[in-house]
Structures are given as C-alpha cells and as structure tokens.
C-alpha cells in the first residue's frame, strides 16, 4: 500500500483534502479524530493528562476540556511538548493498527496536523502540503471557528512556518482559491500521481524517464534530494548507510536530466542483494534488472559493479546507486561532482557535451558508450585535480 502524510497548518484547509481523498477512494487515517480517542473518558491518556496537568483541563462531566487544555500548552512550549509525549505514542499506535487493516492495495492518507513538527515526513512515501495564506487561514479561524483571535495567532505560531512545512513537502497544494480549484488540483494529484505510484509500488515497478531531455538547473534539487535522503535512511535503519546526491543535479546551477541520482554506500555486493533490496523497494525504490556496471566502464569489471534502484513515484524519477566503498565507481561518483562544482570549466565543457549527446541521441541508455572518451579525459583531469587538492572521498 501506499502511505501518504498529509499535514498543513491550522485553518490551511487541509479537512477538506483529507475528504476529497476519501471521496475518490484513500483510506484516511485521521490523527486528529484519534488524538480524541486515545484520550477518552476512562482512557489511560486521560489519566496521564490529569496527572500532568491536573482537573482543571476536565469539564464538568469529567471529559477533557480541549480548549482548556489548548490554551495551557499553546502558550507554553514545555507544557506542549509533555503533552505531544503523552498522545503521540498512542497514536502513532492507533494510526498503525487502522493502516496495518487496510487493503493491500490501499492509497492510506493520514491526515497528520503536527506530521512536520514531529519528523514523520521520512516515514511516508509521499508528503502532501496544503498551504494557505496565514490572513485566510485567521480569517478562517476567527471566522467560521469562532476562535478568538489572539488564541488563532498563538496556535499558527506554535505551528511549524510555511517555509519549514515546504522543505518537507512532495506536494503542495495551495488553498487561496475556491473550494472546486482545491478539488479540481487534489483530483489531478490522485489521478496522475497517488494512483500510478501505488501500482508501482505494488508491482515493484521503477519509472524509468525517457527520451533524456535537459531542463534549466532547479535550485529545489538539493531540497528534493534531502527528503529522498531521509526516506532512504529510514528504510534501511538501523544500519547507518552513507548517501550521497552524486550527478549533475548535485551541482549547482548545472542544467540536467530532471533526475536526482543518488549513491548509497554498501560494505559488498551481495550486502546489496539481501534484505536491502526489498526495504528499499517497500520504501518506493524497487530494483531494475539486471546486473549493471558503470556505463563509462567495460561491463564484466566487478570494480566498477553497481545495482541500480528507481523510483516508483512517477513524480519524481531517481537513479539510485549502490555502489561498494571505496570502489573506482563509488569514488569517481564522488570526485566527480566535487571536481565539477569547484572548477567552472570542467562545468562548461560537461554541460556543452551533455547537450550535444541529448540532441544527437536523446535515449538516455545510450549515453554512456558515447561519453567513454571525454569521461576518461576528465577522469585524469578530476584525479590530478584530487592530489593537487589533497581531496578525498
């Protein structure tokens, strides 16, 4: 199944994304509906509460009183924090069990209000966003909520900020507009993206992009890295496996393949077989076939040996690398980007080559039997560059 994290700030809009989801077939799990009943009357997260923040957050049947309770730890991060410690577990708990009960092939949406501010965003496959402006997000709040307005600012603040909310983000949906703009952007978002990722998901298929095109350097591609940094580290943990963003998307203001390549370190090639393979698939990285060798290298050559994951977001393509320390390929993806990033003309002339290859032969496979020749002059340009600097891997 596919697991989606959708979060936005209080009053963004996001219940209505949530239920335009389900409309069109999510399984939606709410964390707000279950933060109230992990904390029900006679429930153990009730008593934790009292016993941390005394009756006075009980109304006068013995339920909690949530806007009591909003107003001592809104105000107070230290309290905020004991509370989020108290409800969190229980439902992250709940919030399993619900998706474990979905089908297998469920698109599973939990609507996480607090999903950025707790670091959740790795733990899903994809995280959705909806931003608003914060005058419509009072106007909302001391509007329709009847929230003073104060209190509404108080709680935007205690909140992660748009900026923070967006380096988490795959998607954001913006909600400035009319409830059927919102509608009509979540339709296309299920349509073209959730609902083919989750078959390939399910079918452990990459997306593989083709004719290569280039397209102008994009300053996000560091940003998008990270997010698929931390995916990754999350599906292999514990193991503590290096990553890298290696290619031409690694080096600022390079036009390139709108595709982020990734290198992640393994101890053999049989560490890359195992168990591995398949949590990375789970995690949205399936393996291509084949055995595969670095394109600038005679296949056969174990040093230069790889196993080459995808993505199966049709949203965003990767080439993901696993590729054994300290072998040539592993180091010369490194000194790679780190020669071209230092030195301008290296930079041009790679950038120039690349365009002359995508107009001469825009399928990508074919890249690398016509780049033997200048990688290898760059690769002894690149390795005098390395002892001149004293660089290393």
């Known amino acids: ?91 992250r708990a709940r919030t399993a069990e619900l998706a474990a009960a979905a089908p297998a092939d469920a698109v599973v949406v939990n609507d996480v209000p607090l999903l950025v501010e707790a670091g959740l965003a790795p733990t899903y496959h994809l995280v959705v966003v909806v931003q608003t402006a914060v005058t419509t997000r009072l106007a909302r709040l001391t509007g329709a909520r009847g929230m003073d307005r104060a209190e509404a600012e108080r709680r935007i603040a205690a909140q992660a900020d748009d900026a923070r909310r967006q380096a988490a983000a795959d998607v954001v949906l913006p909600n400035d507009g009319t409830l059927d703009e919102l509608h009509a952007a979540v339709d296309t978002l299920w349509r073209d993206r959730l609902v083919p990722y989750e078959r390939n998901l399910r079918e452990r298929r990459a997306v593989r992009p083709e004719p290569a095109t280039l397209t102008e350097a994009d300053p996000t591609w560091p940003q998008q890295y990270a997010r698929l940094a931390a995916r990754i580290r999350h599906a292999v943990a514990p193991a503590d ?11 600022s203001g390079l036009a390139a393949e709108d595709v982020i390549d990734i290198q992640l370190t393994v101890g053999s090639l049989a560490e890359a077989d195992g168990p591995l393979a398949e949590r990375l698939a789970a995690a949205g990285f399936p393996r291509l076939p084949g055995e595969r060798w670095d394109s600038r290298r005679p296949a056969g050559d174990d040093r230069w040996a790889e196993r080459l994951h995808g993505s199966a977001d049709p949203g965003r393509p990767v080439n993901l690398h696993l590729r054994v320390a300290g072998s040539p390929a592993w180091r010369y993806a490194l000194l790679l980007r780190d020669h071209l990033r230092a030195d301008p003309d290296e930079r041009s002339a790679y950038l120039q080559l690349k365009r002359e290859l995508v107009a001469a032969a825009p399928d990508a496979a074919t890249h690398g039997t016509l780049t033997d020749p200048w990688f290898d002059e760059e690769h002894l340009r690149a390795e005098e560059w390395a002892a001149q600097t004293g660089w290393r891997p």
């Open 1 to 91: 199944m596919l697991m989606v994290g959708l979060t936005g700030g209080i009053g963004s809009g996001k219940s209505a994304v949530s239920a335009r989801l389900a409309a069109l077939g999510a399984v939606v799990i709410d964390a707000d509906r279950i933060a109230r009943e992990v904390v029900a009357p006679g429930s153990a997260g009730l008593a934790e509460i009292v016993a941390a923040f005394s009756d006075r957050v009980l109304d006068a049947d013995g339920a909690l009183d949530r806007a009591a309770l909003g107003r001592l730890v809104f105000a107070d991060e230290a309290a905020r924090r004991r509370l989020e410690a108290i409800t969190h577990p229980r439902v």
């Open 241 to 251: 496996l290096r990553v890298d963003h290696v290619g031409s998307t690694a080096v």
